[in-house]
């Protein structure tokens, strides 16, 4: 009987999960954007796992310095190309994610409290989940390479 709810509970979650829409807003940016945009990511995301590490080792200085390099200081003047074609909400947010780092790096080198230093990142991760429940990014078609045009004459 336990093995029969566990299975009706699994289609059931595998239904629910197949009938949901999609509905998070589009950010159609080209190849390049998107990879730089989720490169970005996952570097925010291995940087808060080392945090995570540093935390449990109760090394406030790695905790800082991590904490720092995924700061403002991560933010580059290579990114003015992205402003203009990312919502002014999710650049904001990203921002207020890069400012929070470098709070926690300030906190950790000042305070030095560990369970401080853990509230901070949960309210941080608050910032990233709010994001990735709001938007999606997809590449946008882009204009076929005139250089692929000029191989179908070519007999």
């Not at 999960?17 to 945009?37: C, F, G, M, S, W």
């Not at 003015?80 to 921002?95: I, N, S």
Request: hydrophobic letters at 40%; glycine letters at 6%; aromatic letters at 4%.
């Amino acid at each position: 009987m336990k093995k029969i709810l566990a299975l009706t509970l699994w289609f059931a979650t595998l239904t629910a999960t197949a009938d949901e829409v999609d509905k998070r807003q589009i950010l159609p940016l080209t190849e390049h954007q998107r990879n730089h945009v989720l490169t970005e990511m996952r570097d925010l995301l291995s940087g808060t796992q080392n945090i995570l590490g540093a935390i449990s080792r109760e090394d406030m200085i790695a905790v800082a310095g991590e904490a720092r390099s995924l700061g403002m200081g991560m933010v580059h003047k290579g990114e003015d190309h992205l402003q203009a074609v990312l919502p002014r909400e999710f650049t904001q947010l990203g921002m207020s994610v890069h400012k929070s780092f470098d709070k926690i790096a300030l906190d950790a080198e000042s305070l030095k409290d560990l369970k401080h230093t853990l509230r901070q990142l949960t309210e941080l991760m608050q910032k990233c989940n709010a994001c990735h429940s709001s938007y999606q990014i997809r590449v946008k078609d882009e204009p076929a390479d005139s250089g692929m045009r000029h191989s179908h004459h070519q007999h």
